[in-house]
């Protein structure tokens, strides 16, 4: 069970996700999860992040209707396997 919970909204943010998930998947700490919630991205957003999860098996992805950036944190937080949350805000 992984020791910490990264949790990440995504909406429309093509043009920086793969800056974000480099730097989540290149930490020293690596007993994390990272959980992607797509908060209803229009964009090219998914197709950026479907090779970190074919790659890293510590990433989870889910979608969901946009609801803005507390409702898709709360979301992420369903998905979670621990209570030691860390939350990425673009």
Partial sequence: MPRVSIIVP??????YIEKCLNSLVNQ???????IIVNDGSKDSSKQKIIPYLEK????KY???ENGGLSDARN???KYA???IYCFFRF
């Fill in 62 to 64: 889910v979608e969901k």
């Fill in 10 to 15: 995504v909406y429309n943010v093509e043009n």
């Fill in 56 to 59: 890293f098996k510590n990433i």
């Fill in 75 to 77: 979301f992420g937080m």
């Fill in 81 to 83: 396997t621990r209570r």
């Fill in 28 to 34: 020293t700490l690596k007993d994390i999860e990272i």
